[in-house]
């Protein structure tokens, strides 16, 4: 089947759960409201295909500027060494005939 009908409002989901254990005692399986914010997610990808993600933390700058430095690299390596990490599941792109997932 297609997907249903566009929904009549953007669905925003409060996150700030899956992202308040880096201190924590608890581990994330163990709270309620991490398992019932990632079931809301779930269920409004499946049925909108998307959602708003409300209190999302900011990454710092010079992280950031990290993971694009390394993505640069990882996409300038031979496409021989691209080809083998794609057969392992870490590396997707056209180059190497692996579509990242939607």
Known sequence: GGKSAAPSSISVIDVA????????TVAPNDD??????????????????FIYA????????AYMREVYAFAEK?????????????????YTGPDVGVVEPA
């Open 32 to 49: 309620p409201h991490y398992a019932e914010t990632v079931a809301a997610i779930g269920r409004r990808i499946e049925t909108d295909g």
């Open 74 to 90: 990882a996409h300038a390596l031979p496409k021989a060494v691209k080809q083998r990490a794609a057969k392992v599941g870490v």
């Open 54 to 61: 409300r209190n999302v933390p900011t990454m710092p700058a």
């Open 17 to 24: 759960p899956l992202f308040s254990y880096a201190d924590a």
